[in-house]
C-alpha cells in the first residue's frame, strides 16, 4: 500500500471566500463507468470536493492504475463547489441534478494528478475477496475560479471508498 503524506493547504491569493475547507472523512460515490465522489464539508454541508473518474481507475484489480491528469473538462477533473444551502446525495447522484442549491463559487482543477490505489478487501478466510478499498490521491492540483488560484500542495489524501465485489 502506498503512503500517503497530506500537507496542508494554501491559497494563492488573500481575500478568498472559501468558509473552512474543512471536509468530513467519508467519500460517497455515484456511477458506474463514470464516477461522481465527493466529500461535503463538515460545517452546514454547503461546500463540496468533487472528483470524477471513470472504470479504468476505481477498478477491481490490483494492477497498477497510472495517474491521470486533472483536466477542465473531460473524464478527470476535481471541482470546489460552494453551495448557498447545504447540498444532498441527490444533487451528485441523479440522472438530473436539482437546480437547488444554487452554486456561488465553482472552482475548477486546470493542473495536477489523480492517483487511484486499488487494493481488495478479503473475508476472514484471507483468500476470498468480499470487496474492494480504492485510495484516492491528488497530487500538485491547482483550482482557479476567475482571478484566483487555490493549490492542493504536493499530495492530499481526498479518501477512500469501497466498492463490492
Known amino acids: 500500500m502506498f503512503l500517503f503524506l497530506v500537507s496542508a493547504l494554501s491559497c ?13 472523512e467519508e467519500v460517497t460515490l455515484c456511477g458506474s463507468n463514470t464516477y461522481t465522489l465527493y466529500r461535503l464539508s463538515t460545517f452546514e454541508q454547503r461546500e463540496a470536493l468533487i472528483v470524477t473518474l471513470t472504470d479504468l481507475q476505481i477498478r477491481k484489480d490490483e494492477d497498477i492504475v497510472l495517474p491521470v491528469p486533472v483536466t477542465l473538462t473531460g ?20 440522472a438530473v441534478p436539482p437546480v437547488q442549491p444554487n452554486v456561488l463559487k465553482d472552482w475548477r482543477g486546470v493542473s495536477g494528478a489523480i492517483f487511484v490505489e ?26 482557479k475560479v476567475d482571478d484566483q488560484e487555490l493549490k ?8 477512500e471508498v469501497d466498492t463490492g465485489a
Do not use: M
Open 152 to 159: 492542493l500542495n504536493e499530495t492530499f489524501l481526498f479518501g
Open 118 to 143: 486499488n487494493q481488495p478487501i478479503y473475508d476472514t478466510d484471507g483468500e476470498t475477496i468480499t470487496g474492494w478499498k480504492h485510495y484516492i490521491v491528488l497530487h500538485d492540483v491547482v483550482l
Open 12 to 24: 494563492s491569493d488573500g481575500d478568498l471566500d472559501i468558509s473552512s475547507f474543512e471536509f468530513e
Open 75 to 94: 473524464q478527470y477533473t476535481v471541482t470546489y463547489r460552494l453551495f448557498d444551502e447545504p447540498v444532498t446525495d441527490a444533487y451528485f447522484c441523479s
